[in-house]
Nanobody, 116 residues
């Protein structure tokens, strides 16, 4: 059974940090490109950061220099991380993990709220 399970969201003050995790299992996710998306109320889902199966990364302009995506390719589970620093209120959204290859899979989302 394919599963993407996100964790690590929560409430943080502006300027703070959070680290999101996504545990992907059920298929050979080491071959998949992995990404984090986010969706704020009233907005479309947008790409935040992406890491290829080979480890190349790309970021939305709005998070460059503040967020870092990484991955750990274990035998049966791939874990993808999103380290978020210097958080701003506009980073508030539900964050979704995505795995993409010939198929595409999504996690259930984790809420990140940046507020004082």
């Amino acid at each position: 059974q394919v599963q993407l399970v996100e964790s690590g969201g929560g409430l943080v003050q502006p300027g703070g940090s959070l680290r999101l995790s996504c545990a992907a299992s059920g298929t050979i996710f080491s071959r998949y490109h992995m990404a984090w998306y986010r969706q704020a109320p009233g907005n479309q889902r947008e790409l935040v950061a992406r890491i290829t199966s080979g480890g190349n990364t790309a970021y939305a302009d709005s998070v460059k220099g503040r967020f870092t995506i990484s991955r750990d390719n274990a035998k049966n589970t791939v874990t993808v991380y999103l380290q978020m620093n210097s958080l701003k209120p506009e980073d508030t959204a539900v964050y979704y993990c995505n795995a993409d290859s010939m198929d595409s899979y999504w996690g259930q989302g984790t809420q990140v709220t940046v507020s004082s």
